[in-house]
């Protein structure tokens, strides 16, 4: 039904450019008139036996490309492609570009229509040639070639090629949503290269490299991590803290990533009270059952695990949760003996495996769900989409 439904699309383009070119050609046709008519018959009849390539190469050469039908060539190249269909789509994109008589413009449409091709069947380097090109020569498709080198250098993990392509975007085509969202795809590059650089250990270009991050966007919540992580590396835990204070403040969902990093640098400068003060504001500002636990571990280490136990059962009544249901019961599990204590122990396992099968993380824009942190989603490829989950099963 597909195949019918597209020849005849294709039946219906020829047939399009056939109406819209035939005055101009009238006398060029009265000229070549069998030839003309033999291949277009030749593609019916490819068509009614079912032969689609034999098809589009009759339609090919029974439609001149000239002004009149080149937008025809292109809407039959790019519904292929859309189809899944792209080694014939790039036949008639390719016919195209061998075709004398159009204009430049029409030469760079039909050259952008064949580097989507060639990212659609994974060619990438021969797209990269064709859009470096049109970037170099067309005004008019310069923009949207930089976009799909974006998108290929993002693919191919070449990170600086990818800023200095996205650098060249002119923001003024932008609505603000879009700029700004540049500016994030820049600064998740530019940490991208961080994470390269710290695993050579030259912190010198990581910083760099995360001091730019934030310069593209400041509320880059993943570049104060990541400095954060720096700061501690080289025992500097009074700056780690400096960017972790930031987190809050650029997306309170992360907070639970900072928690652990703002613990570890506490406990180095040897100031608890301090930590547990923190805890508490942050935990009034931004409630979660992650800092709940935070500070019931805090408040076993400085009590013991009655007052821990009661603080959770206190939160839990505001804030259940199944994470903090089993904190409580591993605090009174030590505490218990006989009968109750193999309750609490059953109770204990099945919790754990509810929390086994809980994803820690989802998408917010395609729902892709996982135990481990992506910044750039692998289901819909946004980046800083993935989130910690929250509420009665989440974080
Ligand atoms: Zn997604």
Known sequence: MNTLALLGALVLGVLLGLGVGYIRRASRELRQPKDYALQYYKGLSYLFNEQPDGAIDAFIGSLDVNSDTLETHLALGNMLRKRGEVTKAIKIHQNLLARPGLTTRQLHEAQLELARDYVRSGLLDRAEALLLELVKLSSAYQQVALEHLVEIYQDEQEWAKAIDMAAKLDSKHYKPKQAYQLNQLQAHFSCELALL?????????????????????????????????????????????????????????????????????????????????????????????????????????????????????EQLKERPSIRTLNRLVELYLPHSEGRGRENLQLLKQLVDKVIAEKPSYCCTKCGFSGNTIHWLCPGCKTWGSVRPIRGVAGE
């Not at 730019?212 to 500097?236: M, N, T, W």
């Not at 400096?242 to 650029?250: F, G, N, R, S």
């Not at 301090?274 to 409630?287: E, G, K, T, V």
């Open 197 to 313: 650089e710290q695993k050579q250990r030259s912190y010198n270009k990581v910083r760099n490299h995360l001091l730019a991050a934030l310069k593209y966007d400041p509320q880059c919540v993943r570049a104060s991590l990541l400095f954060a992580h720096l700061e501690i590396i080289q025992g500097r835990y009074r700056g780690a803290l400096e960017h972790l204070h930031k987190v809050p403040e650029q997306a309170p969902d992360f907070i639970i990533e900072a928690l652990d990093m703002i613990c570890e640098c506490y406990d180095k400068l040897g100031e608890p009270e301090a930590l547990l003060r923190y805890l508490q504001s942050l935990y009034d500002s931004y409630p979660s059952n992650s800092l709940v636990l935070k500070i019931a571990e805090k408040l076993r280490w400085v009590n013991d695990d009655y007052r821990a136990a009661d603080f959770i059962a």
